[in-house]
């Protein structure tokens, strides 16, 4: 359940979220509710702002299924706005969004008590139930999954993404219009746009993270080529909304296994395309090309279970391949307050290998050149 925001200009300071705040942004979902005391107990900081809030309450006007703690999620980070603002203003619309349009579309998220957007202060603020407190197990970008576990992901993907795949609901006038289209283009004018020249890159690349991949990697031009080939491919395949970040500190999973995500960048792209992010990132690189060809399989096989008309397998595996460059290119920018350098490294290098494997080098220069 969301609420509309009917509780004014949100909190820009951690500082603000006061208990008078929580009592209004809970109401929707808790009518009557009266926040008495807010304790932070936890803080983690990356592109935004995540809290553990301890709720103290009047427990006899406050309904009885009212937590105990909620977590919150806004932006509270100075560096984040600094880099590329209208991007992030962007980021925040999108992951808005997902957390009111994923829930029809079939993909277990928490349950959401309040989700608003405050234009005028660049803020966004998500309330939404402590996973902890039900025991699911989150998913650590430094402790990669098993096979099972990415098999187990890509049945869920599948089935989402079957919802919406080439469906007129994303064309103009269509209820997921809205959403923001093809990752690799947007990826490629944000480097512009946070200026991630030359210079800027060879900085990044000369840190551990691009110190772990091949040199090959390393040429500007063709990292560019690639992510405007993957950009193409995208454009020209059949879309569906995607999550659109499904690395492993997104993910989580149910007493029983079961799939579940937060922290979504839902857009329009080929299915394959977060496929590819999930397995890449998500495995060991021994795991990953023992069993990558299978996955990818497995996630054709349960499309056409939806109904999908799908390609053939070696024409998904050559787009696999391209896709690739967003899983590397994402990590080796990504913002060192945002990731530690060992998260960072850890996924640059999972990428590298994987387009070693693949031949991603020759086959961009090969369809670019």
């Known amino acids: 359940m969301t609420a509309s925001n009917k509780v004014g200009p949100l909190p820009v300071d951690i500082a ?9 942004s809970l109401a929707g979902s808790f009518p009557g509710v009266r926040i008495a005391r807010v304790t932070i107990e936890e803080t983690h900081h990356g592109f935004s702002t995540v809290l553990r809030i ?8 406050s309904p009885a299924d009212l937590p105990r703690t909620v977590m919150l999620k806004g932006q509270f980070e100075e560096a984040t706005r600094r880099r590329g603002r209208d991007y992030t203003w962007m980021s925040l619309e999108m992951e808005n969004r997902a957390y009111e349009l994923l829930p029809e579309l079939g993909l277990r998220i928490p349950q959401v008590y309040f989700n608003a957007l405050d234009a005028e202060h660049a803020q966004m603020i998500i309330l939404m139930e402590d996973l902890a407190a039900r025991g699911v197990s989150f998913g650590h970008g430094l402790k990669p999954y098993t096979p099972e576990q990415v098999k187990r992901r890509l049945t869920s993907l599948a089935a989402f993404h079957a919802r919406t795949w080439d469906s007129p609901e994303l064309g103009p006038g269509g209820a997921c219009h809205a959403v923001p289209a093809n990752g690799a283009t947007m990826f490629d004018h944000y480097l512009d746009h946070a200026g991630y020249d030359l210079a800027e890159w060879q900085r990044y690349v000369a840190k551990p993270r691009g110190m772990a991949c091949s040199v090959k990697f390393h040429d500007f031009d063709w990292l560019r080529r690639g992510i405007r080939l993957a950009g193409r491919l995208a454009d020209e395949l059949p879309n569906c909304v995607v999550h659109g970040d499904t690395h492993l500190g997104n993910l989580y999973e149910e007493p029983d296994g079961t799939p579940g995500y937060f922290d979504s960048l839902a857009r329009r792209e080929p299915g394959l395309m ?12 021994m795991d990953r090309r023992a069993n990558d060809r299978d996955l990818v399989a497995h996630y054709r096989s349960e499309l056409q279970g939806h109904g999908v008309d799908v390609p053939p397998l070696d024409d998904m595996m050559e787009q696999f391949a391209i896709y690739l460059i967003i899983n590397y290119v994402t990590f080796i920018v990504n913002e060192p307050t945002y990731q530690s350098e060992a998260f ?7 990428a590298n290998i994987a387009m070693l494997d693949h031949g991603t080098f020759d086959l961009v220069n090969s369809l670019t050149l």
């Open 16 to 24: 603000e979220i006061s208990p008078e705040f929580m009592s209004a």
């Open 344 to 350: 960072n490294t850890a996924h640059a290098s999972r």
């Open 274 to 285: 977060e496929a590819t992010y999930h397995i890449c990132n998500a495995m060991d690189p």
């Open 54 to 61: 301890h709720l103290e309450a009047d427990r006899a006007t």
